[in-house]
């Protein structure tokens, strides 16, 4: 069984950080382009940050830019999602994706995660 798992999520104070991971298992991820994704409550799913298969590329929304960080270790068939300056409004369930040809802003999505909440306290 394929399947993406995140964890790292957690209550923290505005101006902290996280790291977030996205763990595959069932088959190697190594060769998909990855995104994650953020859904606040009665708000839409929002694109966060993507990496290419070999992370030589990378992307961010611009509400993140410069304060999250995205990685992956493919030996480990894991990709990261560090955050740093974190503030109140990054409050929302995270979830990592796998996603054909670098669309991470459109898709189409291969497997997703159930995701895991990041709540930041001001």
């Known amino acids: 069984q394929v399947q993406l798992v995140e964890s790292g999520g957690g209550l923290v104070q505005a101006g902290g950080s996280l790291r977030l991971s996205c763990a595959a298992s069932?088959?190697?991820?190594?060769?998909?382009?990855m995104g994650w994704f953020r859904q606040a409550p009665g708000r839409e799913r929002e694109f966060v940050a993507g990496?290419?298969?070999?992370?030589?590329?990378?992307d961010y929304a611009e509400s993140v830019k410069g304060r999250f960080t995205v990685s992956r270790d493919n030996a480990k068939n894991t990709v990261y999602l560090q955050m740093n300056s974190l503030k109140p409004e990054d409050t929302a369930v995270y979830s990592c994706?796998?996603?054909?040809?670098?669309?991470?802003?459109?898709?189409?999505?291969?497997?997703w995660g159930q995701g895991t909440q990041v709540t930041v306290s001001s």
């Open positions: 990496i290419t298969w070999s992370g030589r590329i990378t």
């Open positions: 994706a796998a996603v054909l040809g670098s669309n991470w802003r459109t898709g189409p999505y291969t497997y």
């Open positions: 069932g088959r190697t991820f190594s060769r998909d382009d």
